[in-house]
């Protein structure tokens, strides 16, 4: 199993940004996704969560109404869009995949700075 991130990168104070996330290697349909976050001294958070077929997602407070979450089963992506970004958010973004309570898989995350 497998989950390569990208999109990451350097943005500036109130820009953008778009992280994908592709799986390989596990039945990517069968698994909730989600986004994680750590920053630099921090506890790793979520960000946000979807479900197996996209139609549930839940947010951080943090990202609410700043962040979209969305999958695509058919080609076994998860992507994550936030705008309005402060260099609060700045952190490696991190995608995770998991199966109940049985199985879960970390992506090797992806680095997002937010900063002028």
């Known amino acids: 199993a497998q989950l390569v991130e990208s999109g990451g990168g350097l943005v500036q104070p109130g820009g953008s940004l778009r992280l994908s996330c592709a799986a390989s290697?596990?039945?990517?349909?069968?698994?909730?996704m989600s986004w994680h976050r750590q920053a630099p001294g921090k506890e790793r958070e979520l960000v946000a969560g979807?479900?197996?077929?996209?139609?549930?997602?839940n947010y951080a407070n943090s990202v609410k109404g700043r962040a979209t979450i969305s999958r695509d089963n058919a080609k076994n992506t998860v992507v994550l869009e936030m705008n309005s970004l402060t260099p609060e958010d700045t952190a490696v973004y991190y995608c995770?995949?998991?199966?109940?309570?049985?199985?879960?898989?970390w992506g090797q995350g992806t680095q997002v700075t937010v900063s002028s």
């Open positions: 995770k995949a998991r199966w109940l309570t049985v199985r879960e898989y």
């Open positions: 290697g596990f039945a990517f349909s069968s698994y909730t």
């Open positions: 979807i479900s197996k077929d996209g139609g549930t997602t």
